[in-house]
Nanobody
Framework: VQLVESGGGLVQSGGSLRLSCACSGFFFDDYAVAWFRQAPGKEREGVSLISSSDAATDYADFAKGRFTISTNSAKDTVYLQMNSLKPDHTAVYYC??????????????????WGQGTQVTVSS
């Protein structure tokens, strides 16, 4: 299993970024891919998840209306579109996959494999 994030970088407050998570090495029918973030000195927290089978999504409260998770038709890449970014969105963003049964939740201990993370820095 391999998850590779990309798309992070430095952006000004109010700007946008689209993160990508390239997924490979697994062929399960039903799983969830999620985005998490971890800011310096803080715990890792869930941002959003998407189901592979029906594209159902879930968002943390801070992400609702601002971030959008999606997948491509091949289901081998998961995106996180982040708009109206603020300095407190600065963190390392990780994607992860949960092969366990539903319901899937945005809690890190349920996820089986993780990417290496991509840094997002929002300047004021």
């Amino acid at each position: 299993v391999q998850l590779v994030e990309s798309g992070g970088g430095l952006v000004q407050s109010g700007g946008s970024l689209r993160l990508s998570c390239a997924c490979s090495g697994f062929f399960f029918d039903d799983y969830a891919v999620a985005w998490f973030r971890q800011a310096p000195g803080k715990e890792r927290e869930g941002v959003s998840l998407i189901s592979s089978s029906d594209a159902a999504t879930d968002y943390a409260d801070f992400a609702k209306g601002r971030f959008t998770i999606s997948t491509n038709s091949a289901k081998d890449t998961v995106y996180l579109q982040m708009n109206s970014l603020k300095p407190d969105h600065t963190a390392v963003y990780y994607c992860a996959v949960d092969f366990g049964p539903k319901p899937w939740e945005l809690v890190p201990w349920e996820y089986d494999y993780w990417g290496q993370g991509t840094q997002v820095t929002v300047s004021s």
